[in-house]
């Protein structure tokens, strides 16, 4: 069963067919860390498909959708789909299009169009780096001769070291 | 000095005292770096704070003598860490800092070089070529027209050459890392700092949410210092030394001041908070409660907490909020949290 979110995440890309983390970020909200967690874990599940940087909906994800198992995949959505499709091919249609749940590839690739001008923003993807040079090597001074305040505490961390490792392996899928 | 700490962290590391990874909290008041050694954790730390004094032998050689922190650039004589902020009351002067609203200061000239020695000693020479470093930063500023990207990369590039593999965690991230494993990672860090508060909302140890506001206890001690006509230094000093929130008579001018400013802070922080909640839109469908963690400089007055809580009943959030509990040590939480991050990376080598 899905949560809330991720059903957010499968409207998301049914809406778009293939999407990058940012654009399903975009319109479901959270930070980019979150959606990715959640995308990955999809991915795992079955529900998700990921390739070149794109995710799309995997059988389990179009089963789910079409299967209607899920109470908040968006029937808004599929509503609006089939209203556009309708409009597009004129009237006749109009009566019959409440049971189409297949957008057609048109429609999409336009609102794909209309979604990338409005919303994409640059994404600064290289990393680039600076090299800083050591000032301190032409500063006096005795701190190192002093030192620094060394302070000790008994602590064991390492049920959290083993905990975080953990999710950040289940995150990567 | 410096050979010296070498040599007893390659003991220690033959010993399998030292392990392997740092984490660095580079804070607008304090720097502090975390260390694994055995089955203590290693805290090393110095105040964020320089004052400038008159530059003659007889100075140094006083200063030397009472083990006073100093450095010499150029023609000058500063005062370095907790001692720059007594000297600064003495004089009835403000200390400056390398660091403003959580980032390296754009209007301090000696910032640069003055943020490196410091960072350079506490985090000392890596144990290994390449050494896990994750030092903190802070959250996008939701209230001013800055953003960290310099920053970040100025300290990344300064611990790079130091030898370090150096890596980023947001401050908030850290608290979470650092206090909330038995939730398994999920709930709201927030650090009160000097310079910003940080606010970070976590699900399964990842950020949903993170960003930091620039009011901070800098912040109070400059409007108390406006409102009583004092130093800001010597507001700071009472703050940090005598301040009771839950004191509700018998308060001097400062006292009354700092605790209106408290209440107007964490009013503006929960006020943030609950803004960032609305602009996500759509929760994560967390079934528990969620823990709130206090940490930071500014969270140390006795009666914090409970002042915290007051306003929190009054305002309160879209989630159902579990505990609000202060940090183990509210001036090491981010610190170890890094370490957490840097042990974890480290051991998957």
């Given at each position: 069963?899905l949560s809330?979110?991720e059903?957010?995440?499968i ?8 999407v990058?983390?940012?654009q399903?970020?975009r319109q479901?909200?959270?930070?980019l860390?979150?959606i990715?967690f959640?995308?990955?874990d999809l ?7 990921f390739?070149?940087g794109h995710?799309?909906?995997?059988k389990?994800g179009?089963k789910t ?9 968006d029937r808004?959505l599929l509503k609006?789909?089939?209203?556009e499709?309708?409009?597009e091919?004129?009237?006749e249609?109009?009566?019959a299009?409440k ?5 057609v590839?048109?429609i999409r690739?336009r609102?794909d169009?209309?979604e990338?001008?409005g919303q994409?923003?640059?994404?600064i993807?290289t990393?680039?780096?600076?090299p800083?040079?050591?000032e301190?090597l032409?500063l006096e001074?005795?701190?190192n001769k002093?030192?620094?305040k060394?302070?000790?505490e008994k602590?064991n961390?390492?049920?959290?070291v083993?905990l975080?490792?953990?999710f950040?392996?289940r995150?990567?899928? | 000095?410096k ?9 220690g ?6 392990e392997?990874g740092?984490?660095i ?5 304090f720097i ?5 050694e055995g ?5 090393r730390?110095q ?10 032998d007889f100075t140094?050689?006083i ?5 006073v922190k100093?450095?010499v650039?150029?023609d000058?004589l500063?005062?370095?860490?907790d001692e720059?902020?007594?000297?600064a009351?003495m004089f009835?002067?403000?200390?400056r800092?390398?660091l ?7 209007t301090e000239?000696?910032a640069?070089?003055?943020v490196?020695?410091?960072?350079k000693?506490?985090v000392?020479?890596p144990?290994y070529k ?25 300290l ?7 030898g370090?593999t150096?890596k980023?965690?947001n ?5 979470i890392?650092?206090e909330?494993a038995?939730e398994?990672?999920?709930g709201i ?8 508060v ?12 993170k960003f ?12 108390v ?8 230094s ?9 301040l009771d929130?839950?004191k509700?008579e018998?308060?001097s001018?400062i006292?009354s001041?700092?605790s ?5 802070l964490?009013?503006?922080?929960i006020?943030n908070i609950k803004?960032e ?5 759509r929760?994560?469908?967390?079934t528990k409660?969620?823990?709130i963690?206090?940490?930071g400089?500014t969270?140390l ?17 879209p989630?159902p909020?579990?505990p ?10 981010v610190?170890?949290g890094?370490?957490?991050a840097?042990?974890?990376?480290e051991?998957?080598?």
């Open positions: 069963m809330g979110t059903a957010d995440i409207n998301s890309v049914a809406r778009s067919r293939m990058t983390k940012d399903i970020r479901v909200g959270f930070s860390d979150y990715g959640l995308c990955r991915v795992r599940r079955g529900y998700l498909d390739s070149n995710y799309f909906l995997a389990k179009i959708l079409l299967a209607e198992e899920t109470p908040k995949v808004e609006e789909i089939a209203g499709v309708a409009k091919i004129g009237g249609l109009k009566k299009v049971g189409i749940k297949i957008p590839k048109e690739k609102k169009l209309r990338k001008a994409e923003a640059v994404k993807k990393d680039f780096e600076f800083v040079e050591d301190t032409a001074s005795n701190i002093i030192g620094t060394l302070e000790k602590l961390i390492d049920k959290s083993e975080f490792k953990k950040k392996q995150g990567k899928g | 000095m050979k010296a700490r070498r040599e007893e962290e390659a003991i590391a033959l010993k399998g005292e030292v392997r740092k984490g909290d580079i804070g607008t008041v502090k770096c975390a260390q694994k089955d203590e954790i290693g805290f730390s105040r964020n704070a320089f004052f400038e004094v008159e530059h003659t140094k050689k200063l030397d003598n009472s083990k100093y450095i650039k150029e000058k500063y005062v370095v860490g720059a902020l007594q000297f009351n009835n002067k403000e200390t800092r390398p403003s609203r959580g980032v390296i200061s754009p000239k000696e640069l070089p003055m490196e020695l410091l960072i000693s506490v000392g020479e144990t390449g050494e896990i470093v994750y030092f903190s930063i802070p959250g996008e500023p939701l209230d001013a027209d800055f953003n960290i990207i310099y920053h970040i990369k100025m990344e590039g300064f611990l790079k050459t130091l370090y150096p980023s965690i401050e908030g991230h850290a608290i890392l650092s909330l038995e398994d990672f999920t860090g927030l650090s009160f700092g000097g310079g910003m940080n606010v970070c909302l976590s699900f399964m140890s990842v950020p949903v949410f930091s506001v620039t009011k901070a206890g800098d912040w109070i001690d400059q409007q210092a406006m409102a009583v006509d004092e130093t800001a010597r507001v700071s000093a009472i703050k940090e030394s005598s929130l839950s509700e018998g308060l001018k006292e001041a700092l209106i400013y408290y209440n107007h964490i009013e503006y922080v006020e803004q909640f609305s602009k996500a839109r929760l994560p469908r967390i409660t969620i823990s963690i206090l940490s400089g969270s007055p006795k009666g914090f907490s409970h002042r915290f809580k007051q306003i929190l009943d009054q305002l309160k959030l989630v909020v579990g609000v509990r202060m940090a183990s040590q509210p001036l090491r939480s610190a170890k890094a370490l957490v840097a042990s974890a990376d051991s998957k080598k």
